[in-house]
């Protein structure tokens, strides 16, 4: 927005499916940052772009999914960092309740109150001089077609969030004129939501129409939806302890990137580095390091790094460009971790020619696994899909096991037969066949296509129930 109205300019992390703001009212130079992310370079430049000053940094929810950086914008310009009152955070910042206000500017802030993805999630609506609503900065109250999940507390407060989450969506939000917009920082793409819009702003008249949500009045049809969630990183657990205690403070210019050698590389593996390997399915297959994790920078990378990297082992990255290596060390540092110790220089052409070796999987389509089952020679069939796609219909007796679930349950696979591994569209099957090689399986099949295509070829399929 510019002239009159007040400023936002938006900052996404795709990786995490997130937006977060800067807001800002340039004829008075004053801004605040809304659930702003750890690497705060981005925030400061454009408010010096535009010359203004950042006062707050507005927090809707102490996040599970993602390092806050309220102390690193406080560290660099002295802004107060504001969260609500009794959300348990252990440095200085101001409490905020239902009903506070803040000024930006002409404009005024208002803080609601708006629990269900958290219990003391807030809501920030933004007024202009008239006091008339211009928008809602609603983190994971209300998203672009969804809410946030309210199972990230335990399923003892899991029914409980959710009815807190239908009050907010009905009551607490049903004053907001229609032509208000609506800023989420959850979106599609998030594991925090289940929605699968691609759009990161809407209106509150868009959603009152389209938002499956605020289209379901009744309480129990609310709850059941709300709760329709699929799994999600293991690393939230270790996110929301962290924001309240407040993770190290990196500054605004985070250093480079180390290359290593091959010799190098080797040498922090046999110290217990993990090798988190960028490149896609298809060309990790064609030969890598043994042992290295498969995790695409083409999807939610720093995600699943966090799920299926123990958060005790220092990393190694290897294949992709330098590009992407700097790129992936800043989306770990966005979930705290920093213990990168640098990337392979080189790629796999350094590694083989240092002598060592790589290690293949065969790639296949869906058409060739229909071939093998029908060969009826032996082989297991891993599905690493998750139970809600499962159910829909799988291949003829495969063996659902998720990504999460490999380390811990590989050892129950047979040895002697080839295991043959696809997921919805290739990407968790990646992911799944680098782990099933960690467990000691050696003849691993990487299925490439989708499992839709099990469907477009007119196979049947294995329905439950």
């Not at 239908?166 to 032509?179: M, Q, S």
């Not at 290690?359 to 089952?373: G, I």
């Not at 796609?389 to 037969?417: K, Q």
């Not at 696809?422 to 090689?437: D, F, N, P």
Request: hydrophobic residues 40%; contains cysteine; negative net charge.
């Amino acid at each position: 927005m510019a002239g009159p109205d007040p400023r936002v300019d938006l900052f996404e992390a795709t990786e995490l499916g997130n937006t977060t703001y800067l807001v800002s009212d340039p004829d008075s130079g004053e801004a605040v940052a809304i659930d702003p992310l750890r690497d705060v370079d981005q925030y400061l430049a454009s408010a010096e772009r535009l010359g203004v000053r950042i006062t707050h940094s507005l927090e809707t929810h102490v996040h599970n999914d993602f390092v806050s950086g309220s102390r690193e914008l406080q560290a660099e310009t002295g802004s107060m960092i504001a969260s609500a009152a009794g959300a348990g955070l252990e440095y200085a910042h101001r409490p905020l309740e239902h009903g506070d206000e803040l000024a930006v500017g002409r404009f005024r802030i208002w803080v609601r109150h708006t629990p269900g993805h958290t219990p003391q999630h807030l809501s920030y609506t933004l007024h202009g001089p008239d006091g008339d609503v211009l928008a809602l900065f609603s983190g994971g109250a209300l998203m672009v077609g969804a809410i946030a999940r309210t199972d990230l507390f335990g399923p003892h407060l899991a029914t409980h969030l959710a009815l807190e989450a239908f009050k907010t969506v009905h009551v607490r939000l049903r004053d907001l004129p229609d032509t208000a917009a609506l800023y989420p920082t959850h979106g599609g793409g998030s594991f925090c939501g289940a929605s699968t819009s691609g759009q990161r702003t809407s209106t509150m008249g868009h959603e009152r129409l389209t938002n499956p949500f605020l289209l379901t009045t009744e309480q129990m049809p609310f709850i059941a939806r709300a709760l329709h969630q699929g799994p999600y990183p293991d690393y939230y657990r270790l996110m929301s302890p962290l924001n309240r205690l407040g993770a190290p403070v990196l500054g605004r210019h985070w250093p480079g990137l180390k290359k290593l050698t091959a010799d190098q590389t080797e040498q922090h593996r046999e110290l217990g580095a993990a090798i988190v390997d960028l490149r896609g399915g298809r060309e990790y297959d064609r030969g890598h390091i043994p042992g290295s994790f498969n995790i695409g920078f083409e999807g939610p990378f720093s995600a699943w790094v966090g799920w299926v990297v123990p958060r005790e082992r220092p990393i190694v990255l290897a294949g992709g460009s330098d590009a992407e290596h700097a790129e992936a060390a800043k989306q770990l540092r966005r979930i705290g971790i920093d213990n990168v110790i640098g990337a392979l220089d080189g790629g796999m052409d350094a590694w083989a020619a240092s002598g060592r070796e790589l290690t293949t999987f065969e790639t296949a389509d869906v058409e060739d696994l229909a071939r093998w089952v029908l060969s009826a020679e032996p082989m297991t069939v891993v599905d690493a899909r998750d139970e809600n796609e499962w159910v829909h219909g799988h291949v003829p007796g495969a063996v659902r096991m998720p990504v999460s679930a490999i380390s811990h349950h590989a050892h129950e696979l047979p040895r002697e037969a080839p295991v043959a591994v696809h997921c919805g569209v290739g990407y968790r099957a990646a992911i799944a066949a680098s782990l099933l090689e960690q467990a000691g399986l050696r003849r691993i099949v990487h299925v490439i296509g989708p499992y839709s295509d099990w469907d477009r070829l007119h196979l049947a399929a294995t329905i439950p129930g």
